[in-house]
């Protein structure tokens, strides 16, 4: 089955960096997925993080983390990455990463990033 495992998370203090890593399987045809990454704070609802089309030539970046994180995707490794830079507390939260092909939505079940001193 189509499965998404996320790495990379963990504890950081603020002004540190963390790259995230979502590995895919069982996917024919990764190339062809548009991948994202969303974030949920305990208590808050998931938000969009970033988001980069199958190409990987455009994306999309939250207003909360744009000059911060950078998404990339490697589609013969069949990963996406966020690399995170100057992390702040606010980005505590559990990262998921998402493949999306028409109306097809596959999820990885999240890596835990908390930025604290």
């Known amino acids: 089955q189509v499965v998404l495992v996320e790495s990379g998370g963990g504890l950081v203090q603020p002004g540190g960096s963390l790259k995230l890593s979502c590995t895919a399987s069982g996917f024919p045809f990764f190339s062809t997925y548009a991948m994202s990454w969303y974030r949920q704070a305990s208590g808050e609802e998931r938000e969009l993080v970033a988001a980069i089309n199958s190409a990987g030539g455009s994306t999309n970046i939250a207003d909360s983390v744009k000059g911060r994180f950078t998404i990339s995707r490697d589609n013969r490794k069949k990963t996406v990455s966020l690399q995170m830079n100057s992390l702040k507390p606010d980005d505590t939260a559990a990262y998921y990463c998402?493949?999306?092909?028409?109306?097809?939505?596959?999820w990885g079940q999240g890596t835990q990033v908390t930025v604290s001193s």
């Open positions: 998402k493949a999306s092909r028409g109306l097809e939505n596959y």
